[in-house]
């Protein structure tokens, strides 16, 4: 399977990889995590 091809759930696999990072901002957003505590996470690799 190539990446343009969409998997068996009809999304392409580069897909859930950013909703996965995206989910665990909001993740952390919710918990109280200040939004620029959250871009320097994202920024230094560790949501990655």
Do not use: N
């Amino acid at each position: 399977m190539t990446l343009a091809e969409p998997s068996q759930s009809g999304r392409v696999p580069s897909c859930k990889a950013k909703e996965d990072i995206m989910l665990r901002g909001a993740l952390l957003w919710l918990i109280g995590i200040p939004i620029p505590v959250i871009i320097i996470l994202w920024l230094l690799g560790y949501l990655h």
